[in-house]
Nanobody
Framework: QVQPVESGGGSVQAGGSLRLSCAVS????????MGWFRQTPGKEREGVAT????????CYADSVKGRFTISRDHAKNMLSLQMNTLKDEDTAMYFC??????????????????????WGQGTQVTVSS
């Protein structure tokens, strides 16, 4: 069973930085794309930054482009999200997710939460001004 586990959330002032990490346990055979999503109370979960299974293709929400950077270490089954110049509106629960892909979609960047089957418990990020 593939299980992501997030860490690195916390409280920070606006303009500051945080780095989220996700360690994935379980034997990840085949191809898995991964990503970071966030959710606030009463709102749907949204994609923040995602990466294809291979090839390093990345997708970012418009609201975080130029501020957030997703990275992946395949050998260690780790995913990271570097968040800079944080804003109040970045406050949310952040989730790491993994989704299995076919050979044909291994280099496609998926952004819909419905395309990811394995989810972590989430880590809270709170930005205050």
């Amino acid at each position: 069973q593939v299980q992501p586990v997030e860490s690195g959330g916390g409280s920070v002032q606006a303009g500051g930085s945080l780095r989220l990490s996700c360690a994935v346990s379980g034997y990840m055979t085949d191809y898995y794309s991964m990503g970071w999503f966030r959710q606030t109370p009463g709102k749907e979960r949204e994609g923040v930054a995602t990466m294809s299974a291979i090839g390093g293709v990345t997708c970012y929400a418009d609201s975080v482009k130029g501020r957030f950077t997703i990275s992946r270490d395949h050998a260690k089954n780790m995913l990271s999200l570097q968040m800079n110049t944080l804003k109040d509106e970045d406050t949310a629960m952040y989730f790491c997710a993994a989704g299995r892909r076919s050979w044909y979609s291994r280099d496609v960047c998926y952004t819909d939460p419905g395309n990811f089957e394995y989810w972590g418990q989430g880590t809270q990020v709170t930005v205050s001004s």
